[in-house]
Structure formats: C-alpha cells, structure tokens
C-alpha cells in the first residue's frame, strides 16, 4: 500500500514537473513576429519614461513630497526596468527601430549598460523606502543618468 502510493506520488510529481516545464517553454516563446518584440521593448521603454517623469516634480521641488506615492511609483518602475531587455531578440535585429546594431554587436557593453541601470534603480528602491528626499534626489539623478548614458551608445538620435 506504502509503495503504491510513494508510486502514485511520484507520478505526481514527473507530471507536475513535466507541466512546468512546458508552461515555461511557452512563456519563452514569447513573440510570434520579430516586430512584436520591437513593440514590447518600446512599449515597456515608453511605460518607464511615464513613470519617471512624473516624480520629477517633486525632484525639483515644484510638488510636495509624498513618499508612500513615491515609493508606489518606484516599485512600478523597478518591475518595468527588468522587462524591454527580453524584447532586443536575436531576429528583431533587422526591424527598423530606433535600437543601433551595437546592441547585438556589444552585446557584453549593452549588458554592462543595463546592470549599471539595474544597480542604479536598486538604490532609487532604497532611498525611496527611507523617506528622505535628498536620498531620492540623488538617487534620482543617478537613474537618469544611466538612461542617458545607454541611450548615448545604444540609441539612435531620431
Ligand atoms: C541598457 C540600455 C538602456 C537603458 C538602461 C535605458 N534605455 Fe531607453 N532605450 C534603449 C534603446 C536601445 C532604445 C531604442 C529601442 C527601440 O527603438 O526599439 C530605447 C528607447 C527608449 C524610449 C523610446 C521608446 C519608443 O517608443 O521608441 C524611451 C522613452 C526610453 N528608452 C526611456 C528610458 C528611460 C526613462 C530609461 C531609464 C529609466 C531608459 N530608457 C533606460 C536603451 C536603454
């Protein structure tokens, strides 16, 4: 009886596991058309832009500093900092977009150029989260640059 059903367990867990794995192969194939990548990553870039520009009010001290709605709109922005990168796929190379052919040629700088942002937003999460506006400024600031400093290199000017 034990065995049958240590047996039927097992089971369970080969077809849990093989389901897995077939889920998470369909999220990988994540777009059907090379231009569908090229509209996610834009549109996630768009998104970010949105939610960086509306704290910038209160960087320059021209609104009121709320932090709970800042902290908010930081924690959107640190969701949507991790999702253009998988839309710069292999076969969306040759779509036309604003990405220049650095992005796949440098692949290792383009990757530098994002774990440098990514440091960049865990700070902005940090300061954030303790309160204190010149924190956030400064952090703020840093966020900004790391944009600009991979747009300098990997984004065409229009
Ligand atoms: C590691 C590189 C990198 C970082 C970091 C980065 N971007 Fe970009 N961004 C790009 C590239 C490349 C494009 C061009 C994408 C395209 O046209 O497909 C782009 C495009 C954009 C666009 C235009 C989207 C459109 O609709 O064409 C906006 C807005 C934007 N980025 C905002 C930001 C903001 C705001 C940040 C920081 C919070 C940021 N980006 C960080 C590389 C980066």
New binding site residues.
């Given amino acids: 009886m034990r065995r049958i059903i240590l047996k039927t367990l097992s089971l369970i867990a080969v077809t849990c596991s093989l389901a897995g794995s077939l889920w998470a192969g369909s999220a990988h194939a994540q777009f059907a058309k090379p231009e569908d990548a ?1 509209k996610y ?6 998104l ?6 509306r704290m910038q009010p209160v960087i320059k001290g021209q609104a009121p500093y709320d932090a709970a709605a800042i902290k908010a709109n930081v924690a959107i ?1 640190k969701t ?2 991790g999702l ?2 998988a ?2 796929t292999a076969d ?1 190379k040759s ?1 036309s ?4 052919p650095d ?1 796949w040629s440098d692949a290792a700088g ?5 774990d ?3 440091g960049a ?1 865990t700070k902005l999460v940090a300061a954030a989260d303790s309160g204190d506006l010149e924190k956030l400024r400064a952090a703020y600031g840093d ?2 640059a ?6 300098d ?4 000017k229009k």
């Avoid at 990553?41 to 768009?46: L, Y």
């Avoid at 383009?110 to 994002?114: E, I, T």
């Avoid at 790391?146 to 747009?151: L, R």
């Fill in positions: 090229v990553r834009q549109s996630a870039f768009t970010m832009g949105s939610h960086m520009g922005l949507l900092s253009p990168w839309g710069f969306s779509v977009s604003s990405a220049k992005v383009f990757k530098a150029a994002q440098k942002f990514n937003m966020v900004g790391s944009c600009k400093a991979c747009h290199t990997f984004r065409a």
